[in-house]
């Protein structure tokens, strides 16, 4: 009878560790599961912090001042747009929303539906990031 080893796709971010297989840091057990984090890497990671990437991240950090319009809102979105299509590959984006918490004025979330690709098809995802 055949062994089948279990398949890892990459870090899981933001990093944890919940050491259930014995690993330094958490993986991802699947492929929508690696896109998220991915996803959610790019977004949350200042550019210019990563060494010899200087272009990987966002800039969003510079909007925290900023008036929450929906000029800025666009300008996050765009940016947000930008970092997904350049850094998360086999991934399409079919929507980008960026919306402010109406109970708390303080939390904005980007909620992203985007399509991965597997094989000769695309499977429809969905995720929400909270910066």
């Keep these: 009878m055949p062994t089948f080893k279990k398949q ?7 990093f944890t560790n919940n050491n259930l297989n014995g690993f330094f840091l958490d993986l991802n057990l699947d ?10 890497h790019v977004i949350l990671t200042p550019k210019g912090s990563r ?4 272009e990987f991240g966002t ?5 925290i001042f ?3 319009d929906n000029i800025t809102w666009e ?14 590959k086999d991934t399409e984006l ?3 929303e960026v919306m402010q918490d109406k109970e708390n004025d303080h939390a904005v979330y980007i909620d992203l539906h ?10 429809n995802n969905r995720t929400v990031i909270k910066l």
Excluded: H, Q, W
């Excluded at 492929?31 to 959610?40: D, Q, T, Y």
């Excluded at 060494?51 to 200087?54: A, D, E, G, S, V």
């Excluded at 979105?77 to 970092?83: F, G, P, V």
């Design 94 to 96: 079919d929507e980008i």
């Design 59 to 63: 800039g969003l950090a510079k909007y």
């Design 114 to 123: 985007y399509r991965v690709k597997k094989g000769m098809t695309y499977e």
């Design 31 to 40: 492929l929508k599961s690696k896109v998220e984090s991915e996803i959610a």
């Design 8 to 14: 890892y796709f990459g870090l899981k971010f933001p």
């Design 66 to 68: 900023e008036p929450g």
């Design 75 to 88: 300008d996050v979105r765009n940016e947000a747009i930008e970092a997904v299509r350049k850094y998360v």
């Design 51 to 54: 060494i010899r990437r200087p």
